[in-house]
């Protein structure tokens, strides 16, 4: 077995990597929040959108999508699976757009890619600006407080006569506001293994931070991190889906 660092970028081995996610699942979902709290209109923007699978679904359901990524190679990716879409490369916690969108999305846990409480307030003032009047934007988010670092999701699948094991965690030293997802990647090809790991480093806060934060600009919703059914935060589940409506004047 060989072991080294994993490579910065992961665009050679997302798609496998996240081959277990319910993409259309979880864009349906979003597209019924939409329609219950947003204006009615449809240009949709995807913030760390990766390859693009998220706005391949919005794209079918009749959205009008623009994904933003900081890696290009995604972006290539992006590109040949969505060419009707418009893709932009930009970094989610200093990024404008030409035109505003009624609904801003950003999957899987990227949010906290915004490193540091700084950033994460320059994405929302971002987001703000981005959006059109009574825009939505909605994403998912882990409470620190709720993070078992023992806890981990593993999954396999089989490419280009290669088996791969792909395994993550979140993991909180106990305080500040730094966590970090732990990745590794196991690789086997004719019996030889290779392993590839790494640990990104990431914004840590909870949920009530993260409300106190986001109230001057949104009135915000914390639901349970369910894409099939829409239901109040349990006040417990670490885990939760934020809608957040864009208020006509930001508060003071």
């Given at each position: 077995m060989t072991a080294n660092a994993l490579y910065t970028d992961l665009s050679a081995y997302y798609d496998l990597m996240c081959a277990d996610i319910d993409y259309r699942t979880q864009s349906q979902g979003v597209h019924r929040l939409n329609r219950i709290f947003g204006n009615g209109s449809s240009l949709h923007l995807d913030l760390a959108c990766g390859t693009g699978?998220?706005?391949?679904?919005?794209?079918?359901?009749g959205y009008a999508s623009t994904g933003l990524d900081i890696n290009e190679p995604m972006l290539d990716k992006a590109r040949l699976r969505c060419p009707e879409a418009q893709f932009i490369r930009q970094d989610m916690g200093d990024f404008s757009v030409e035109e505003p969108a009624d609904l801003i999305t950003c999957f899987l846990y990227s949010i906290h890619y915004n490193q540091g409480l700084e950033r994460l307030e320059s994405c929302f003032a971002c987001v703000y600006e981005?959006?059109?009047?009574?825009?939505?934007?909605?994403f998912n988010v882990v409470d620190k407080n709720r993070i078992d670092n023992s806890a981990s999701v593993r999954h396999a699948a089989d490419h280009d006569d290669s088996h791969f094991v792909f395994r993550s965690g979140w993991h909180y030293p106990g305080n500040g506001h730094r966590q970090s997802l732990k990745l590794r990647i196991d690789k086997?090809?004719?019996?030889?293994?290779?392993?590839?790991?790494?640990?990104?480093?990431?914004v840590a806060l909870g949920f009530g931070e993260l409300q106190q934060m986001l109230r001057p600009w949104f009135d915000v919703h914390l639901l349970e991190h369910e894409y099939d059914r829409i239901a109040p935060w349990d006040g417990v589940s670490g885990n939760a889906l934020v809608v957040c409506v864009k208020r006509p004047v930001r508060l003071s």
């Open positions: 699978p998220h706005v391949r679904h919005f794209l079918d359901l981005a959006l059109a009047a009574d825009g939505v934007f909605c086997t090809t004719a019996e030889l293994t290779q392993s590839w790991q790494d640990e990104h480093p990431m």
